[in-house]
T-cell receptor, first 110, second 116 residues
Framework: NAGVTQTPKFRVLKTGQSMTLLCAQDMNHEYMYWYRQDPGMGLRLIHYSVGEGTTAKGEVPDGYNVSRLKKQNFLLGLESAAPSQTSVYFC?????????FGQGTRLTVV | AQSVAQPEDQVNVAEGNPLTVKCTYSVSGNPYLFWYVQYPNRGLQFLLKYITGDNLVKGSYGFEAEFNKSQTSFHLKKPSALVSDSALYFCAVRAWGKTGFQKLVFGTGTRLLVSP
């Protein structure tokens, strides 16, 4: 019962570097989401996907790109990291609107 | 705008006392409402949801929530708090994006601190 798995769990980037966060779910869910969590701001939706090959922008999409080439995977990319992207990133997938979350990725951009 | 508001950053309660964590919502149509809990260094875990039916919804770990349409509220409650209930609680509502796809919108979270 893996559920939703995020890799990596921690990462430190230098400003301007790029990276990809991977989210994998084994529940055959259509919907997948990327959120960022910042103190006092709760969870803010970055991008989401309603199925393989389909993505949509959330509240805070700037500076991020996503891809959903396979139903079970949802990738979040940072092309040129900025200190403002220091955050904890959560991936989720949903069934009947109930969300299942990964453990999170703590990203620090220095 | 489709949103939820959690007016309290923190709620303090003594163990054994009842607790309430407040949430109000703004959404068009019939709301789908949720409560999630987050323990330190963990992802969010589902507690309960309201879709339709009885206004009092029961969930995990003895929690319940009361849906009040006239007050657009969905407050989380527990009759007797435990120290282990200390965590961050998020209210959420199902909303619709510009593209017509559904998404979950979360509140800013309320930290619950239960003292022994």
């Amino acid at each position: 019962n893996a559920g939703v798995t995020q890799t990596p769990k921690f990462r430190v980037l230098k400003t301007g570097q790029s990276m990809t966060l991977l989210c994998a779910q084994d529940m055959n869910h259509e919907y997948m989401y990327w959120y960022r969590q910042d103190p006092g701001m709760g969870l803010r939706l970055i991008h989401y996907s309603v199925g393989e090959g389909t993505t949509a922008k959330g509240e805070v999409p700037d500076g991020y790109n996503v891809s959903r080439l396979k139903k079970q995977n949802f990738l979040l990319g940072l092309e040129s990291a900025a200190p403002s992207q220091t955050s904890v990133y959560f991936c989720a997938s949903t069934r009947d609107s109930e969300a299942f979350f990964g453990q999170g990725t703590r990203l620090t951009v220095v | 705008a489709q949103s939820v508001a959690q007016p309290e950053d923190q709620v303090n309660v003594a163990e054994g006392n009842p607790l309430t964590v407040k949430c109000t919502y703004s959404v068009s149509g019939n709301p789908y409402l949720f409560w999630y809990v987050q323990y330190p260094n963990r992802g969010l875990q589902f507690l309960l949801k309201y879709i339709t039916g009885d206004n009092l919804v029961k969930g995990s770990y003895g929690f319940e929530a009361e849906f009040n349409k006239s007050q657009t509220s969905f407050h989380l409650k527990k009759p007797s708090a435990l120290v282990s209930d200390s965590a961050l609680y998020f209210c959420a509502v199902r909303a619709w994006g510009k593209t017509g796809f559904q998404k979950l919108v979360f509140g800013t979270g309320t930290r619950l601190l239960v003292s022994p």
